[in-house]
């Protein structure tokens, strides 16, 4: 998701203060969440507060109430059955990999401006390069330069692109962990704009030659966010099936979204998304649990496709030329604000500590049940994560995340590092900004990480994960290895 104003600077129009205009509901909805989902921690007291008693008495007790005895026994039969039975199983994040293309498919914004000197008419070509200029971008950005052009965005060409950013993904992942493949029970794979048949999926199975029992999604359409779908979705197999292994790969084929019109609401993706890809395997697995890097703790999705607005503002639609292109609306930015107050605001009970709920609810209650006018307490999501993986979707959202959240330079350094150096990556985004505070040796056991993503429908979903584990980045190896020293960057706001 990207949004920039018609002459190509970034858009003025700013996110609403989504946290000075909460609605109950969506509190309420967190508090549901948060209830429904620690009914079995109410069982725990129950059963030590029986074992204490038990322990009170005497086997002469024992043996002349034998009705008691035979009660607190079912008593606890039942509530240890309800607590095994109700308590979800944990699921671990056992390690990721951020797929980092080979430097032939490297280019500066001068280039790409050379590249697209003979598709476009000067108006057009000039609303890109400002576009361009004004990203956030590198010069070492990543897209198929070899199939750069019109003539050879074929079928045959995508699917090559898509085999060479999944397949890479998947065998860095391999190599990283050790695990075989076939071991895996679930495969997800999530591409918004390229869906071709047999699906993106049936091509991994194909590639690894898997057995005929894996279980395979293909998620497609579903935009900037279907990786933290993906991320539920997996949470929900594996809750279903003991001891498993879930493989999600998340993705886009930029040169299967390029435009060749002169609509200027659909030239704007041109200019920000590039070659990317991440493969990330979950297990449900207790064994998994040492070795494994994080914990999910929880997923939190958002859908305002019911609103003809939020739904229409990130749009695909072909002209009478036939030409495909992804309009974005004047809209968007209003629209993402909506979703994610509400995602946040269903997320605030399930994540902040009861010191800032407390603050907030008095303050809500206030306001929207006895009218009165005072100042809204506004939330400090900082005090609940120690890292925030912002989808990099471009810089006009970036900056209005950083100061409606009130966020520093420093927590928003992994989400603007990953747009300078791979450009906005679709759905793989939050898992390159991961990956950065990795490299950098940031990522302390317990430390709670806030994946967000943006995507059309219009979707946010929430993803928190715990680190299990302090990540050692000189026993790392993924896609900001090589270069970490020279970040972060300077770049031009």
């Not at 998947?170 to 695990?179: F, P, W």
């Not at 305002?304 to 992804?326: I, L, N, P, T, Y």
């Not at 005072?374 to 005090?383: A, H, L, T, V, W």
């Not at 505070?437 to 979903?461: L, V």
């Amino acid at each position: 998701m990207a949004q920039n104003s018609p002459n190509g600077e970034i858009q003025s129009s700013n996110l609403p203060n989504f946290l000075l205009s909460v609605r109950l509901k969506y509190v309420k909805l967190g508090y549901h969440y948060l209830i429904s989902n620690a009914i079995y921690l109410v069982i725990v007291p129950i059963l030590v507060a029986v074992g204490l008693h038990l322990s009170t008495l005497t086997l002469e007790d024992l043996m002349t109430n034998l009705a008691m005895l035979k009660s607190y026994s079912t008593l606890v039969v039942f509530l240890g059955t309800v607590y095994f039975m109700s308590r979800p199983r944990n699921v671990y994040l056992v390690d990721f990999s951020c797929y980092k293309p080979h430097e032939r498919y490297m280019i500066s914004k001068e280039r790409l401006v050379e590249k697209l000197t003979d598709i476009f008419d000067e108006s057009s070509l000039n609303f890109q390069k400002k576009i361009l200029y004004n990203s956030g971008l590198s010069d070492k950005t990543y897209i198929p330069v070899d199939k750069w052009i019109p003539s050879n965005f074929s079928l045959s060409s995508n699917q090559h692109q898509a085999k060479l950013v999944i397949i890479g993904a998947i065998d860095g992942l391999l190599a990283k962990t050790g695990v075989k493949i076939r071991d895996i029970g679930f495969i997800i794979v999530n591409s918004s704009m390229f869906n071709p048949t047999p699906s993106l999926s049936a091509m991994v199975v194909n590639h690894y030659k898997l057995g005929v029992n894996v279980i395979t999604y293909n998620l497609g359409g579903m935009g900037c966010s279907a990786g933290l779908i993906s991320v539920d979705l997996a949470n929900r197999l594996l809750q279903g099936q003991a001891n498993s292994y879930a493989l999600i790969v998340s993705t886009e084929i930029v040169s299967s979204a390029f435009y060749t019109g002169n609509d200027k609401s659909k030239l704007i993706p041109n200019m920000i998304f590039r070659m990317g890809a991440s493969a990330v395997l979950l297990s449900n697995r207790f064994s998994d649990r040492r070795r494994s890097k994080y914990q999910l703790m929880h997923v939190v999705r958002t859908h305002k496709g019911a609103d003809d607005r939020a739904f229409s503002c990130v749009f695909q639609d072909e002209e009478e030329d036939g030409k495909k292109g992804m309009s974005l609306s004047k809209d968007l930015m209003a629209v993402a604000g909506e979703a994610l107050k509400t995602n946040i605001t269903t997320l605030g009970p399930l994540v902040l500590p009861m010191s800032e709920q407390l603050l907030f609810f008095v303050s809500l209650i206030a306001r929207n049940v006895f009218k009165r006018k005072i100042k809204p307490y506004i939330p400090d999501f900082k005090m609940a994560f120690e890292h925030f993986c912002i989808h990099a979707g471009g810089r006009a959202v970036l900056d209005e995340l950083q100061k409606n959240l009130d966020l520093s330079e420093a927590l928003m350094e992994p989400s603007r590092m990953t747009l300078y150096r791979f450009g906005n990556t679709s759905s793989s985004s939050v898992w390159y900004n991961l990956a950065y505070s990795e490299a950098k040796g940031r990522i302390k056991k317990g430390d709670r990480a806030w994946q967000i993503g943006f995507g059309s429908g219009f979707k946010c979903n929430s993803a928190v994960w715990r680190a299990i584990r302090t990540v050692n980045p000189a026993k790392e190896k993924n896609a900001w290895t090589d270069e970490i020293d020279d970040f972060p960057a300077q770049v031009s706001r």
